[in-house]
Structures are given as structure tokens and as C-alpha cells.
């Protein structure tokens, strides 16, 4: 009799996806599925990407007890970050990495590039890879697809500056308290035109930041005018326009706050561009201390925070959670921010009367 064709559907009443399933389903022999996994280097693009496909169509990972009897346990805990180019993650990821090999623990880092699907295979590679936990600085915390492999990663995982509907421990620093402590700064010198440019709208750090504004202003019975809400983007390119465009405003802002490491250049160079003197004709705050900060003219007045520190109470929270002690599972920690004064914010200069 000829052999019966592959099936193209799962086999009804099937208890769980096996490799034979993905091999059939991407049209490959067993064997290139393994070599696949197992990043070989022999296996052409074409292949690869069919064989990945399948695996995420399937929901499949390969057995992790049929691996532990190839070896022992890894001792492994990944690191999920989305730009490698961020001074922020290299301190984060020397802070976790210290308290890993203490522990006995390799760390491997990974960069996402922000997307929502290289974050998931990655979490599949760390899967496959038989990770003992994982920290994750995950770009889009509403996406459904990576909440849901995130829920199904099968080990602990700490988010660090983010948070997500499944319930995971937390680590991130207190944006809140900064951004409120320097805007209550900038209102004391008199400013009522406060603008705030960041990328807050779709993760905990913009929310966080933009509530501190909100609630200086409620504290000082002052009204925060939407239209200097600037919260978008934390790239470079976005503060170089849209401080622009708040400075041809009828009323433009007597200071802004920055809120974000790669946002200060272009709001430096933007507000040079209009002719802009600091701080006199506009006061600004940045958050994310760097050498750009400290060594510009004039020297700018940062809320920063230790990331090295957060890097290193996120690895010990993972470590408690991969030792299976009753952490509850929406554990947030904080780590201080601290707002440092230095020469760019002074009193709003008078207008003239018409």
C-alpha cells in the first residue's frame, strides 16, 4: 500500500505537539528540526524560517526532562533588553550579572531591537535552551502574543522598568517620585508652562512619569495644559521636532522636561535651532544622567536613578523566585531616583507688555 499522505491538521484528541508534528507541518525531516533547534549553522534561511514558523504555529519546545538526561542542569538565566546601544542596559545587565555568578548562574543577554516578534523567539530560544529564569525589559507590555509566551515560558521571569497583565515580579525605579520632585522644582521657580516630552503612553515608565507631572501641578493648584503633553517616543529625533513645534506655540512652555536618555540631544539641539538661550528663555530637566548631561553648557539638571542597582534587585528577586520562595507574583521594588540641580533651570523670563 502507498504510504498516506502527511496530515495538514493536528490529529484530533492529541494530548501534546511533538517533534513529528512540527516536521510534518514545515515539510522537513525530524533530524532538520533538531539541527534547527539546536542552531546549527547548515541549515539554509529558507528552511529555518519554515521550521520556526511551524514551532510557533504548533506551540511546540522540545521536552525539557528528555533533555536534562543529556546533561546536567544549565544554570542558565537570560536577559531580554530592547537596544543594546542603551548605557542604562550595560549597567543593568553588569549589576544582574554580578549577583548571577555568585550564585553559580551564567547570564546571557539578548537584544530585541523592540520587536515583539524577536522577543518571542527569543523566550523560545531560552525555553529550548532550558533557562533556569529570565529578566525582561519587554518594549510593548499590552502586546497579547508575547504576554501569552510569557505566561507559557515555563520559568520565573522579573521584569525590569515595565509591567504586564500576567501577574510577574517587577523592578524599576521611582520615576513617579522624580518627576514630581523636579517638576515641583520648576513651579517653585515660578514656571506655570511646564511641557513634557516622552515616549509614555504604552509602559509603566511614561505612565509613571507623566503622573508625577500631573500630580506636582494638582499639589500647586496650578492647570496642566494637554497641549504640552509631548509622550510618543523617547527617540532623539522626536524631542528635535516636537520641542520645536511646543516652542512655536502662542504660548510656548518656560520649561521642559526631557524624559528620556535619548531624548536630550535632540531637545538640545531643537532648542538651539530656535534661537533658544538655557536657562534663559527656557528651563530643562532631563531624566537618565549621562556624560551629554553633565558636560553640555550649561550642565543640565537630571533625574537619575543607580541602574546598576536595579539591575542587581531584579537578579536577587529571580533568584528567590527560581528557589521557589512564596514571593507574591505582582511584586514590585522600587529603586530611589534622586533629582541633581546643576545649571539649567532658573526663574521664567518676563515678557514684555504689548
Known amino acids: 500500500m502507498p504510504p498516506k499522505p502527511p496530515r495538514s491538521e493536528p490529529v484530533p484528541g492529541a494530548t501534546r505537539v511533538t517533534v513529528h508534528d512540527v516536521a510534518r ?85 539578548a537584544s530585541s531591537d523592540g520587536q515583539p516578534t524577536r522577543e518571542i523567539a527569543l523566550m523560545q530560544l531560552f525555553t529550548r535552551r532550558r533557562a533556569d529564569g529570565m529578566l525582561f525589559a519587554v518594549e510593548e507590555e499590552s502586546n497579547p502574543d508575547v504576554l501569552r509566551c510569557a505566561a507559557n515560558a515555563g520559568y520565573p521571569i522579573v521584569l525590569l522598568e515595565r509591567e504586564m497583565a500576567t501577574a510577574l515580579g517587577t ?7 522624580g518627576t514630581r520632585h523636579a517638576t515641583a522644582h520648576l513651579l517653585s521657580l515660578g514656571h506655570r508652562r511646564i511641557a513634557l516630552i516622552s515616549g509614555g503612553r504604552n509602559n509603566r515608565v511614561g505612565r509613571d512619569r507623566l503622573a508625577g507631572l500631573v500630580q506636582a501641578h494638582e499639589a500647586a493648584g ?76 550649561p550642565p543640565v539638571d537630571v533625574i537619575r536613578y543607580d541602574a546598576y542597582a536595579l539591575g542587581r534587585e531584579a537578579a536577587l528577586l529571580l533568584l528567590r523566585r ?28 518676563r515678557r514684555p507688555r504689548a
Open 25 to 109: 507541518a514545515a515539510g522537513v525531516a525530524i533530524g532538520t528540526v533538531s539541527r534547527v533547534v539546536n542552531g546549527a549553522p547548515s541549515v539554509t534561511p529558507d528552511v529555518r524560517q519554515r521550521v520556526e514558523h511551524a514551532i510557533s504555529e504548533l506551540g511546540w519546545a522540545p521536552s525539557a526532562a528528555a533533555q536534562a538526561m543529556r546533561g546536567a542542569p544549565t544554570r542558565m538565566v537570560g536577559f531580554i533588553f530592547s537596544d543594546i546601544r542603551n548605557p542604562l542596559y550595560s549597567s543593568m545587565i553588569k549589576g544582574a550579572e554580578d549577583v548571577l555568578s555568585e550564585h553559580g548562574y551564567m547570564l546571557v543577554v
Open 222 to 297: 496650578v492647570p496642566l495644559d494637554p497641549a504640552l503633553l509631548r509622550l510618543d517616543s523617547f527617540a532623539s529625533d522626536y524631542g528635535l521636532r516636537e520641542v520645536q513645534l511646543l516652542l512655536e506655540l502662542d504660548a510656548p512652555p518656560t520649561a521642559i522636561v526631557a524624559a528620556g536618555m535619548h531624548l536630550l540631544q535632540g531637545v538640545l539641539q531643537g532648542i538651539r535651532m530656535k534661537g533658544r538661550r538655557i536657562p534663559e528663555d527656557v528651563s530643562l530637566v532631563a531624566s537618565n544622567d549621562s556624560p551629554l548631561a553633565q558636560l553640555v553648557t
Open 322 to 349: 527560581m528557589n521557589g520562595e512564596a514571593i507574591p507574583p505582582a511584586t514590585r521594588i522600587y529603586v530611589p531616583t534622586e533629582f541633581v540641580l546643576r545649571a539649567s533651570s532658573a526663574p521664567p523670563a
Open 171 to 177: 523592578v524599576g525605579a521611582d520615576h513617579l517620585s
